[in-house]
């Protein structure tokens, strides 16, 4: 399961807060350090005039044997507890024969041992020799370590409740801070599901103002290449519909000018026939009888040219090649400076009218392309058929793809369209040499349509 990654607010408060408790830690290490420094010199001070007035009492004693351990005894009473200092007096079998009060501050009350042991210093403990008994003078820090104990924790409280102040502080100032981020990732979302209305307003911050302009310009331009897209599709279905209506119409004018153009002209063929047979005896009348009947031969030429070119592929596949290589033919007649090499398979089984249509298209809008944008002076047509897809290449020698082949040329879109209906692919490749290779592949549907016109009247 993948874990969530902390949010941005969160891992800046972690990192404030850790930059505040290694100051902390440092600060309590600097603390410890000059504490300990300060209790062994209270402690130092108080042992050396501890030891003066010791050493006087016992140089007294020494004095007078007699009297003076009753004097030292009663001097120790006397004073009772000395500061940082704890006074014991053994005898000279190492029995205890005085120990000096506790102090009452804080009685009762010790730092933990852990504690003690980091911050107390190691003072020696002193011995004075007085006949017979001995006084013994240990330093005790007890008192300042539990004061520093107490300083300690009320610091450490005090750091840890400004510390707890701190971090509520530095995230309600980054929530506040990262509150526009909100409103960019609703745009962002609204964005991915194709809607930029949304236009982010100004932070008053220049990092988020700038991600907030760069926001807009981009929503602004995907708006207008959305709108353009959408007139674009518009301009390209109206397109479609229009060379769907001339496709239809070009279906009429060639039905009509074979059913009745062609007929008529076969029955003028056939009365200057007759005409020519029964006036072999006439001169003027044979002569007006023939010249009638070489004329319709060349009307119903003209007519036959005018249908190739009305409806190229409509008798289905069994005629495509043939089909393809006449329009070769034609385009050769029209343009003799460009040399046209023709080669087509032969069609093993129909195809429909509507592929035949399209690669007849394809190859019209190739061929043209080359007469009026290439400047070529020879073009290779290939055209191979197998039982699952068509392949059609027209490949020139002219000035290639940057000027014969631009893509915003309204036929290349059409050509594109037109291969993308029928779920084929187009290819157009700049030769080494120069020139453009167009290359399209048609896929054969399992089910043809069988055309009912043939492409000759």
Same mark, same amino acid.
Request: charged share 20%.
């Given at each position: 399961?993948?874990?969530?990654?902390?949010?941005?607010?969160?891992?800046?408060?972690?990192?404030?807060?850790?930059?505040?408790?290694?100051?902390?830690?440092?600060?309590?290490?600097?603390?410890?350090?000059?504490?300990?420094?300060?209790?062994?010199?209270?402690?130092?001070?108080?042992?050396?005039?501890?030891?003066?007035?010791?050493?006087?009492?016992?140089?007294?004693?020494?004095?007078?044997?007699?009297?003076?351990?009753?004097?030292?005894?009663?001097?120790?009473?006397?004073?009772?507890?000395?500061?940082?200092?704890?006074?014991?007096?053994?005898?000279?079998?190492?029995?205890?024969?005085?120990?000096?009060?506790?102090?009452?501050?804080?009685?009762?009350?010790?730092?933990?041992?852990?504690?003690?042991?980091?911050?107390?210093?190691?003072?020696?403990?002193?011995?004075?020799?007085?006949?017979?008994?001995?006084?013994?003078?240990?330093?005790?820090?007890?008192?300042?370590?539990?004061?520093?104990?107490?300083?300690?924790?009320?610091?450490?409280?005090?750091?840890?409740?400004?510390?707890?102040?701190?971090?509520?502080?530095?995230?309600?100032?980054?929530?506040?801070?990262?509150?526009?981020?909100?409103?960019?990732?609703?745009?962002?979302?609204?964005?991915?599901?194709?809607?930029?209305?949304?236009?982010?307003?100004?932070?008053?911050?220049?990092?988020?103002?700038?991600?907030?302009?760069?926001?807009?310009?981009?929503?602004?331009?995907?708006?207008?290449?959305?709108?353009?897209?959408?007139?674009? !599709?518009?301009?390209?279905?109206? /397109? &479609?519909?229009?060379? %769907?209506?001339?496709?239809?119409? +070009?279906?009429? $004018? @060639?039905? #009509?000018?074979?059913?009745?153009?062609?007929?008529?002209?076969?029955?003028?063929?056939?009365?200057?026939?007759?005409?020519?047979?029964?006036?072999?005896?006439?001169?003027?009348?044979?002569?007006?009888?023939?010249?009638?009947?070489?004329?319709?031969?060349?009307?119903?030429?003209?007519?036959?040219?005018?249908?190739?070119?009305?409806?190229?592929?409509?008798?289905?596949?069994?005629?495509?090649?043939?089909?393809?290589?006449?329009?070769?033919?034609?385009?050769?007649?029209?343009?003799?400076?460009?040399?046209?090499?023709?080669?087509?398979?032969?069609?093993?089984?129909?195809?429909?009218?509507?592929?035949?249509?399209?690669?007849?298209?394809?190859?019209? !809008?190739?061929?043209?392309?080359? /007469? &009026?944008?290439?400047? %070529?002076?020879?073009?290779?047509? +290939?055209?191979? $058929? @197998?039982? #699952?897809?068509?392949?059609?290449?027209?490949?020139?020698?002219?000035?290639?793809?940057?000027?014969?082949?631009?893509?915003?040329?309204?036929?290349?879109?059409?050509?594109?369209?037109?291969?993308?209906?029928?779920?084929?692919?187009?290819?157009?490749?700049?030769?080494?040499?120069?020139?453009?290779?167009?290359?399209?592949?048609?896929?054969?549907?399992?089910?043809?349509?069988?055309?009912?016109?043939?492409?000759?009247?």
């Amino acid at each position: 399961m993948q874990t969530r990654p902390a949010s941005l607010g969160n891992r800046v408060g972690l990192v404030v807060v850790a930059t505040l408790a290694v100051m902390l830690i440092a600060g309590a290490t600097c603390w410890v350090r000059e504490t300990r420094r300060a209790i062994e010199e209270e402690v130092h001070a108080a042992s050396h005039v501890a030891q003066q007035w010791i050493s006087v009492l016992v140089s007294e004693t020494l004095r007078d044997p007699a009297q003076g351990p009753t004097r030292l005894m009663a001097e120790l009473r006397a004073v009772g507890r000395l500061r940082a200092n704890q006074l014991e007096v053994v005898g000279s079998e190492g029995q205890s024969l005085y120990i000096s009060p506790e102090s009452p501050y804080k009685a009762g009350r010790y730092a933990p041992e852990w504690f003690s042991d980091w911050v107390a210093p190691s003072l020696p403990v002193r011995h004075f020799d007085a006949g017979d008994r001995q006084v013994v003078l240990r330093p005790d820090v007890s008192r300042s370590v539990l004061d520093a104990w107490d300083d300690l924790f009320t610091g450490i409280g005090t750091a840890i409740a400004l510390l707890c102040l701190v971090a509520f502080g530095a995230r309600a100032a980054l929530n506040r801070a990262l509150a526009p981020l909100a409103d960019i990732d609703r745009a962002l979302a609204r964005g991915a599901d194709g809607n930029f209305d949304v236009r982010l307003p100004a932070y008053r911050a220049a990092e988020l103002d700038c991600v907030a302009n760069s926001y807009n310009r981009l929503a602004d331009a995907l708006d207008q290449s959305r709108a353009q897209n959408l007139r674009l !599709e518009e301009d390209q279905a109206f /397109a &479609r519909a229009v060379q %769907a209506r001339l496709e239809e119409e +070009r279906r009429l $004018i @060639a039905r #009509d000018l074979h059913d009745e153009l062609g007929q008529a002209i076969t029955a003028v063929r056939a009365i200057s026939g007759a005409i020519l047979q029964r006036c072999d005896d006439q001169p003027q009348i044979h002569g007006s009888a023939q010249a009638i009947l070489a004329m319709t031969g060349q009307m119903q030429d003209g007519v036959r040219t005018i249908l190739q070119r009305l409806r190229p592929a409509n008798s289905g596949g069994a005629l495509l090649d043939q089909a393809v290589a006449e329009y070769c033919r034609l385009w050769s007649g029209h343009h003799p400076q460009i040399a046209l090499d023709c080669h087509t398979s032969p069609i093993a089984a129909p195809t429909s009218e509507t592929l035949g249509i399209a690669v007849l298209r394809l190859l019209q !809008e190739s061929l043209t392309n080359v /007469a &009026r944008h290439s400047g %070529a002076s020879h073009v290779d047509v +290939r055209l191979d $058929i @197998a039982a #699952d897809a068509i392949a059609l290449e027209v490949c020139d020698n002219g000035c290639g793809i940057v000027a014969a082949a631009n893509p915003a040329r309204y036929g290349l879109i059409g050509m594109r369209e037109r291969v993308a209906e029928l779920h084929g692919e187009l290819r157009l490749e700049s030769l080494s040499g120069g020139g453009l290779r167009v290359s399209a592949r048609l896929p054969i549907p399992s089910s043809h349509e069988e055309s009912n016109h043939g492409l000759h009247a």
